[in-house]
């Protein structure tokens, strides 16, 4: 039986921290289905690069690379201006982009608290409000890179932890400001791709024991969860799906 899906060519997407990893799978599902891109990146210029060459060899003139410090709110008028003024409208904002690294009690500074609120939180809502008149043009909607361990802290990383906490909430909470035009959901990673630091081989065994399905899932699970929120979901709104094989089913 075929399943009929609605249409996401022609649309538009700005997905940060499209680079590397999570980000970069959301980009490639996304452009699969026919979307135009913004590929926003920090540092990863030579992977930006490579990702929007592969996709334009795939279908011209279908990407945008944008590059930005999301620490600098300043900067996000010109990030959606510059959306604007390539493909003429907005209809879905990804805020993919997060820091992730532990900050024991005792020895967590007021900078590393800085950069992870930062990214994990104050970043997603200022640009969410500076992208907010383009998706109330177009009806559109942001998916928000949530944690489990929003809901179940991750001992040693308590900034980062309350971070993805305030992200869940605000999740919520856009969804209310921004409705009915704009749809505001999050998706919530368990184990899927282990970060580059910051957590041991014994850490990881751990966390897999502890899900329901026993292994790791992949960077497809979480873009199919984001591209189903976005192009099947037309009446889900402030809500978190959990991609974590099970994790958040154990106390």
């Not at 060519?9 to 700005?14: F, H, I, P, Q, S």
């Not at 011209?60 to 410090?69: I, R």
């Not at 992949?218 to 799906?241: E, K």
Request: glycine share 8%; hydrophobic share 45%.
């Amino acid at each position: 039986m075929t399943q009929n899906h609605p249409s996401l060519a022609g649309k538009t997407a700005l997905v940060t921290g499209a680079a590397h990893r999570i980000g970069a799978q959301i980009l490639r599902t996304l452009h699969a289905e026919g979307m135009t891109l913004a590929l926003h990146y920090r540092n990863s210029a030579q992977a930006a690069r490579a990702l929007g060459a592969e996709l334009e060899t795939q279908r011209p003139d279908s990407t945008l690379l944008v590059q930005a410090d999301l620490q600098l709110v300043a900067e996000f008028p010109r990030i959606v201006e510059e959306v604007r003024n390539r493909f003429g409208r907005m209809d879905l904002l990804v805020n993919n982009a997060s820091t992730f690294y532990p900050t024991p009690l005792g020895e967590a500074s007021e900078a590393q608290w800085d950069d992870l609120m930062g990214s994990n939180l104050k970043a997603p809502f200022f640009l969410s409000q500076a992208a907010a008149p383009l998706l109330r043009e177009t009806g559109g909607c942001i998916v928000n890179l949530v944690d489990i361990y929003a809901e179940r802290p991750l001992k040693g990383h308590p900034i980062y932890s309350a971070a993805k906490a305030g992200n869940a909430m605000l999740v919520k909470s856009l969804a209310r400001e921004l409705g009915p035009e704009v749809r505001v959901n999050g998706v919530s990673p368990g184990a899927i791709l282990w970060p580059e630091q910051g957590m041991s081989q014994e850490q990881q065994a751990r966390i897999l024991k502890r899900t329901a399905l026993k292994r790791a899932g992949s960077p497809q699970d979480i873009a199919r969860t984001v591209l189903f929120l976005v192009r099947d979901a037309a009446y889900i709104t402030g809500q978190i799906i959990a991609v974590d094989g099970g994790r958040s089913l154990q106390h």
